[in-house]
């Protein structure tokens, strides 16, 4: 559908929304290649469980070392000091 322009904010109106059509028809072809790519990968770890457990253990041991609350919090709580601080 085009619009219709009758002044120049008129015609603003009308690019931002053919640009935001187009942003979301882009984002949404991304999606579903994304969606195939992530569905492949799901039926390649059914079919090799072995694998798929070795992944999740390796996740989970590297999210436990990374992410754990005595690594985390001290770094968090010094970036809201500083923020609440002033430094």
Do not use: K, W
């Amino acid at each position: 559908m085009r619009c219709r322009l009758h002044l120049p904010r008129d015609l603003l109106r009308c690019r931002a929304r053919e640009t935001n059509r187009d942003a979301y028809s882009n984002f949404a072809g991304h999606r579903r290649r994304q969606n195939r790519t992530a569905a492949a990968a799901l039926d390649g770890l059914i079919e090799f469980p072995d694998l798929a457990r070795e992944l999740g253990e390796r996740g989970r041991t590297r999210a436990l070392r990374n992410f754990s609350a005595d690594r985390i919090l001290p770094s968090d709580e010094a970036l809201y000091r500083r923020v609440v601080v002033g430094r």
